[in-house]
């Protein structure tokens, strides 16, 4: 049988840029060990799967997973399973370009803005849960890194449905010279029952207010080149941290140099905390697959 599908470029407008989503948009009558098996083949940090929506608010649903697991939510999946939707006609976004995605976090809203022929994406980001990591953790945390982490800001553990260990470095420099120790860091996240590792530091010039790695390696991700969640879960740890104004307001990130890629995350935080991301969607891959 074939299935359409499509493989977006999400976080650029210029493709093999940004980071990959493999889109299955016709995901009817797959059981889950068949989704888990084609994200393994497809070996992309996520592909999601397009199904009718069950709840009536939402325009479909989504599941996502990433070669070893599923996850409830996920940033860049998000973005480029809407843009590839919308791509192939099979919805139209609603008044003042909304549509509501179903996954197993509940209802996330998305914005879409045409302009000029370029489409850009945001989400409004899940309620962020931070919760402290104990001094023994950190301590291994810098082992892993092979750094000290910033003492002003402690590292935390932010829940937007993927579980994210966030942590500030001194500067951009130091995120990118990073070379973590992947099994230890893999061990770490299994015992705290985390997704990964999200660092990031300032940049001193440059359009990007800020450089973002994260890493996965128990999940089959040692490196994800431009992550929503994570830099999602970033913006609500700054805000937590007092890092951003309390009036709001919107910075770029910048991610995927270490992987020969050149993202740009699009943030926003309102006055009350509330985190918006998004960016730009390009699609690279357009067919079917053959099962």
């Known amino acids: 049988m074939k299935r359409a599908h499509k493989v977006v470029d999400v976080f650029t407008s210029r493709p093999l840029l940004g980071n990959p989503v493999a889109v299955i948009l016709d995901a009817e009558g797959l059981a889950t060990d068949e989704m888990q098996a084609i994200a393994n083949w497809t070996n992309l940090s996520e592909t999601t799967f397009v199904l009718p929506p069950t709840a009536s608010e939402a325009d479909y649903r989504l599941r996502i997973f990433t070669p070893r697991s599923e996850l409830p939510f996920a940033g860049h999946p998000t973005l480029g399973s809407a843009h590839a939707i919308l791509e192939a006609g099979r919805i139209a976004h609603g008044p003042g370009g909304r549509l509501?995605?179903?996954?197993?976090?509940?209802?996330?809203?998305?914005?879409?803005?045409?302009?000029?022929?370029?489409?850009?994406?945001?989400?409004?980001?899940?309620?962020?849960?931070?919760e402290p990591m104990s001094a023994a953790d950190i301590a291994e945390l810098e082992l892993i890194l092979g750094c000290k982490v910033d003492n002003k800001t402690a590292p935390g553990i932010v829940n937007v449905g993927p579980i994210w260990i966030v942590t500030q470095l001194n500067d951009a420099t130091s995120v990118l010279d990073l070379q973590p120790d992947f099994a230890r860091l893999a061990a770490l996240e299994r015992r705290l029952g985390v997704t990964g590792l999200t660092v990031f530091g300032a940049h001193v010039?440059?359009?990007?207010?800020?450089?973002?790695?994260?890493?996965?390696p128990s999940s089959g991700v040692p490196e994800d080149p431009v992550c929503g969640s994570g830099n999602g879960s970033v913006a609500a740890f700054q805000w937590e941290r007092g890092l951003l104004p309390r009036g709001g307001g919107d910075y770029v990130a910048g991610q995927g140099r270490c992987v020969g890629r050149d993202g740009r995350v699009k943030v926003n935080v309102d006055a009350n905390g509330n985190v918006r991301v998004g960016g730009s969607c390009i699609t690279c891959v357009d067919g079917s697959l053959t099962l």
């Open 100 to 130: 509501i995605q179903q996954c197993d976090v509940g209802l996330i809203e998305l914005a879409v803005e045409e302009r000029a022929g370029n489409r850009q994406l945001s989400f409004g980001l899940p309620p962020a849960k931070i």
């Open 205 to 216: 010039h440059g359009d990007a207010a800020i450089e973002v790695r994260a890493f996965a």
